[in-house]
Every structure is written in structure tokens, then in C-alpha cells.
């Protein structure tokens, strides 16, 4: 619940930051601040692992539907509509087939 109520606020906060700047120009920012929380937390979790665990579950649950939205914005604004369909088709092919064909992988060894 709480993370519902924090992910409201950064949805504002987001949208405000969108009316400003490009999502091409957001897109790094969020990717960097993505890597320095999961350091900071990687290092949380050697002192206070209980804590850790809560820190990533926030971040995964804040950062990670605002990088995934950023970067379809970022698609969005590359292609017009009737270019971006068959590029959106490939780019959602991809970020399907590849986790399930890692896993095939994985499962197979």
C-alpha cells in the first residue's frame, strides 16, 4: 500500500518532469539512478540484508514502471504511427522472446 501511495506521487512528479525535458533526455537519468540505488542497496544488504529487501521491492516497484514507460515514450516520439508498427512489433517480439529463450536455456543445462 505503501508503495501504491509513493508510486501516485513519482507518477506526478513524472508527468510534471515530462512537460520539461524529452523522455530521451530523461531515460539516462532514470537508468543511472536506477544502478546507483541497486549499488547502494547492494551494500545496504551486507549491514542489514531485512532492510535491503525492502529498499529493492521499492525501487523495482517505483523506478521500474517509470523506466518502462519512459522508454515506450522514447519509441513513441522516434516513429510516427504508421513507421513505428512494424518497429513496436519487432521491439515487443524481442523483449518477449528473449527472457523465455534465456530461461529455455537455463532450464535445458
Not at 500500500?1 to 530521451?24: C, I, N
Not at 533526455?25 to 547492494?42: C, H, I, K, Y
Not at 527472457?99 to 535445458?108: K, L, V
Amino acid at each position: 500500500m505503501a508503495a501504491a501511495a509513493v508510486l501516485s506521487l513519482v507518477t506526478v512528479f513524472f508527468s510534471r518532469l515530462f512537460t520539461r525535458f524529452s523522455p530521451v533526455r530523461v531515460l539516462p537519468l532514470l537508468f543511472t539512478a536506477s544502478a546507483v540505488g541497486l549499488a547502494l542497496e547492494w551494500v545496504l544488504g551486507l549491514a542489514a540484508p531485512a532492510v535491503a529487501a525492502i529498499a529493492v521491492y521499492l525501487q523495482t516497484a517505483i523506478i521500474g514502471p517509470a523506466l518502462l514507460s519512459t522508454s515506450w515514450s522514447v519509441i513513441n516520439e522516434r516513429f510516427d504511427s504508421h513507421a513505428a508498427k512494424p518497429a513496436v512489433a519487432r521491439s515487443s517480439r524481442a523483449s518477449f522472446v528473449t527472457p523465455c529463450g534465456r530461461s529455455a536455456a537455463r532450464w535445458i543445462r
